[in-house]
């Protein structure tokens, strides 16, 4: 949130009913899951929010985060991404943000759906002093069962093998480790990923 903003705390916005401008992402997309579960963590629904004064700006995507903070028609990053984001970057050169901790109710919810507890660590961005509470998810890659093994296998062979290729592709793919890849899948293996 715009550090200019009252508001310190999702509390603040969402039971304060502090008008904020806040781009939603389209449909389908983590990021408004998240959002829409956390509306309803806090009892709310977007036609409340807008009752009270709040404007839900569609954004496609974070470029169109960025863009829409750049121009003042939003007051918020509302984004689900691994650090580090060149849209928050940005937007806090513009306009300094603060980091909006998730209520440790929300992210118990949210853990029963997947999600796994963690922090913003202190100094990302150079926005938090110190680390701020929210969730995480892996990434991870899904083949529907009528895929042939051969092809599974093949896939995860080349992923497996290339890590540095993978670790290229995002920051937040640093960590990627070939020996901890099929742990916490979030289902079955498939018998090609099982095979490799």
């Known amino acids: 949130v715009n550090r200019a903003c009252p508001v310190h705390t ?3 916005w969402l039971q304060g009913r502090m008008p904020l401008r806040v781009p939603v992402d389209r449909v389908g997309t983590v990021d408004r899951m ?3 579960l956390t509306l309803q963590h806090f009892g709310v629904s977007a036609a409340d929010v807008e009752h009270w004064g709040s404007r839900l700006v569609p954004a ?6 960025l863009a829409l903070y750049q121009a003042d028609a939003v007051d918020v990053l509302w984004q ?3 650090i580090p984001s060149p849209a928050i970057q940005a937007a806090h050169a ?6 909006l901790a998730l209520p440790p109710a929300l992210i118990a919810t949210l853990e029963g759906l ?4 963690a922090h913003l660590p202190t100094g990302a961005y150079g926005i938090p002093a110190e680390s701020v509470a929210t969730v995480a998810m892996g990434t991870s890659l899904g083949f529907h069962a009528s895929v042939p093994t051969d092809v599974v296998f093949a896939i995860t062979q080349a992923v497996c093998e290339h890590p540095e290729r993978v670790r290229d592709i995002h920051p937040a793919a640093r960590q990627f480790d070939p020996a901890r890849a099929p742990l916490q899948a979030g289902g079955p293996l498939h018998p090609g990923a099982e095979r490799y």
Do not use: I, K, S
């Open 34 to 36: 998240v959002f829409e």
């Open 10 to 12: 999702l509390q603040d």
């Open 114 to 117: 997947g999600w796994a507890a």
């Open 80 to 82: 689900f991404m691994g």
């Open 94 to 99: 513009l306009r300094p943000l603060q980091a």
């Open 60 to 65: 496609a995507n974070y470029h169109e985060q």
